[in-house]
């Protein structure tokens, strides 16, 4: 960490030629991480029967790998027992940027029955990846499911659900940009930026 505490890498020339601008800073990240950590905390502890009551009674589920920053941030702010369950889906094969809708790549978390499932992921765009997951963990049974994103773009759904009840839980809402950083990654990279950011055109 440099002085100051920003990352050492935000704002040095030549550390990321390629990023263009700064969407949401780490300071703005981090605030919001807490409150919705916070209003997660509140709901998951009114819900009935108490989750406090009953140990083991949340599960998180990140969407891998986009969500793994972020998720990482948002439980580390969470004072609830609570367990962790990966899911990896892709939703971008190759270099392309046109959603080609969600495919599953690993087993999902088991014994979602009866549990209060918390679905994590970095950002809401065609809604077809919360769709699907949603979908396939209502299977399980859980007591019930919510979703939380960090972001969400400002761009038409091809997913049918509505929004409210795709993710009940939104750091941001962004335009219709892509954008790394923060988990988020360009071919792979980017994902340790530690700011939601553009690209250059000529990156891309
Ligand atoms: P959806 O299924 O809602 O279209 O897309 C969700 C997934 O697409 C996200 O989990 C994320 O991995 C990827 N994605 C969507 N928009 C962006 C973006 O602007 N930047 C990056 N890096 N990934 C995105
Ligand atoms: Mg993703």
Redesign the pocket.
């Known amino acids: 960490m440099s002085e100051g505490g920003r990352h050492p890498a935000a704002g040095t020339p030549g550390a990321f030629p390629e990023i263009e601008r700064t969407l949401i800073s780490r300071e703005r990240i981090a605030q919001r991480v807490h409150e919705l950590a916070a209003r997660l905390c509140d709901d998951l502890r009114a819900q009935k029967g108490g989750v406090e009551s009953a140990a083991g009674q949340v599960v998180m589920v990140p ?1 891998m ?3 793994m920053i972020f998720a990482s941030d948002l439980v580390r702010e969470m004072p609830l027992k609570l367990g962790l369950g990966l899911v990896a ?4 094969p190759g270099k392309s ?1 046109a ?1 080609k ?2 495919v599953i790549q690993s087993e999902l978390p088991a014994d979602l029955a009866g549990k209060h499932v918390v679905i994590v ?12 997951v949603r979908k396939i963990i209502g299977e399980q049974k859980p007591a019930s499911i919510r979703a939380c ?1 960090l ?1 969400r ?1 400002d ?1 038409p ?3 049918t659900t509505p929004d409210e009840q ?1 993710a009940e839980y939104v750091g941001f809402d ?1 335009p219709d ?5 923060y ?4 071919n792979g990279y ?1 994902r340790n930026y530690p700011e939601i950011a553009t690209l250059r055109k000529d990156a891309l």
Do not use: H, M, N, P
């Not at 988990?183 to 360009?186: F, K, N, Q, W």
């Open positions: 969407i790998s986009g969500a889906v892709s939703s971008y940027l959603s809708g969600a992921d970095d950002i809401l765009d065609s809604g077809q990846t919360i769709e699907l994103v972001l773009k761009v759904r091809t997913a795709l962004i940009e892509f954008v790394v950083g988990g988020l990654d360009y980017y």
